[in-house]
């Protein structure tokens, strides 16, 4: 998790559950240590990320002791750092399965010691960061900070030709770190302003007007660690043109602020119904209970949408859901499973091409 030149943003802080939230609002939620190297008497540490993603990283004792010098600075910690009883050339067995529990036990406490203070400045770093070092939190872990000031950069470049009507590509990755770095913001204190790189995300995404999102592959990340990503479109407020590639619907939240004003929907190896894509409800306060089965009837409606582009999908049938479809034109459902579309005439009468 590195942050910009300049930027003062505070690196860590820790949630009420006792973990540790990092800046983009993941948490490592547990650490285990899986193994001991008697050749290099290191020990491998598993790290798991807010069930998103792990790795391992190995650490020798020594480490550990410059570890805790760092997160000593300011506070208490819950509980010393173990004596290192691993020594010599073949420490028993049983002498390092007790060392590895302890140690074990001594970063998981880590996770839950509150702030340094007095707290971190420009010239007194906070000293978890010498924790997220540790478990290379930086190079392994969701780095927010890089990926959304890698997209800034790619989309300023892109609008500085003059077309902002380009659609911009993204990962399911990319918009994922979007959502957390504008709920980081609109976290803080609505008193200050925005400026440099989270000014310019702001201004980026709300120009855009065309998103492609793909769930591809990421180096470090699985297909099912991608796909467990939420992604929250809410903040697109001039999107018309969304094109989905290999997201679950599942993942998708905030549809319920953009349906009304796209123009274009491109959805492809998504989903398994309309519906899956098309059912989205008005905006209720957090106590409205969402209707348990497919409610139509109650569902926002699709009222600019021209063209819906569903080829390549797993579409068995054209279910209620496409009279929400109440301006198209334009339907392409190639390369699916469709017995028939008999209905399409009844369903949509503003359309003309299929």
């Given amino acids: 998790m590195s942050l910009s030149e300049g930027t003062n943003t505070e690196c860590s802080k820790f949630s009420d559950s006792g973990s540790l939230v990092i800046y983009d609002q993941l948490s490592v939620t547990k650490l285990k240590l899986i193994s001991y190297n008697f050749e290099y008497k290191r020990?491998?540490?598993?790290?798991?990320?807010?069930?998103?993603?792990?790795?391992?990283?190995?650490?020798?004792?020594?480490?550990?002791?410059?570890?805790?010098?760092?997160?000593?600075?300011?506070?208490?910690?819950?509980?010393?750092?173990?004596?290192?009883?691993?020594?010599?050339?073949?420490?028993?067995?049983?002498?390092?399965?007790?060392?590895?529990?302890?140690?074990?036990?001594?970063l998981n406490g880590l996770l839950v010691v509150p702030p340094a203070s007095p707290p971190a400045s420009k010239e007194r770093l906070d000293p978890t960061r010498e924790l997220l070092d540790f478990l290379e939190y930086r190079s392994r872990g969701i780095d927010v900070g890089r990926i959304t000031d890698d997209l800034v950069t790619k989309t300023t470049q892109c609008f500085a030709s003059g077309d902002h009507e380009e659609i911009i590509q993204m990962s399911s990755l990319e918009l994922h770190c979007v959502a957390r770095r504008l709920a980081s913001l609109s976290a803080d204190d609505p008193k200050t302003s925005l400026c440099g790189i989270d000014s310019r995300l702001v201004e980026c995404i709300s120009e855009m007007k065309g998103i492609h999102v793909t769930g591809?592959?990421?180096?470090?990340?699985?297909?099912?660690?991608?796909?467990?990503?939420?992604?929250?479109?809410?903040?697109?407020?001039?999107?018309?043109?969304?094109?989905?590639?290999?997201?679950?619907?599942?993942?998708?939240?905030?549809?319920?602020?953009?349906?009304h004003q796209l123009l274009t929907l491109a959805v492809q190896k998504c989903i398994q119904t309309l519906s899956d894509i098309l059912v989205h409800y008005p905006i209720a306060p957090q106590d409205t209970m969402t209707p348990p089965h497919v409610d139509v009837s109650s569902a926002l409606p699709w009222a600019r949408l021209r063209f819906a582009d569903f080829k390549n999908n797993n579409l068995k049938t054209i279910d209620p859901s496409i009279r929400l479809l109440t301006a198209l034109t334009k339907l392409d459902l190639s390369c699916n499973q469709i017995s028939g579309i008999e209905n399409l005439s009844v369903s949509t009468p503003t359309l003309v091409q299929v």
């Fill in 216 to 259: 591809q592959s990421v180096e470090k990340f699985s297909f099912s660690a991608l796909r467990a990503l939420s992604l929250d479109l809410s903040a697109f407020k001039n999107l018309t043109l969304l094109k989905l590639e290999s997201i679950s619907q599942s993942q998708l939240t905030g549809m319920e602020y953009i349906v």
């Fill in 43 to 106: 020990y491998s540490v598993q790290v798991e990320l807010n069930s998103c993603c792990e790795w391992s990283v190995e650490r020798s004792y020594a480490n550990f002791v410059e570890l805790n010098k760092s997160m000593a600075k300011g506070r208490d910690l819950p509980r010393p750092l173990p004596k290192n009883t691993c020594k010599g050339k073949r420490p028993k067995q049983e002498v390092v399965e007790q060392l590895c529990r302890e140690l074990e036990a001594y």
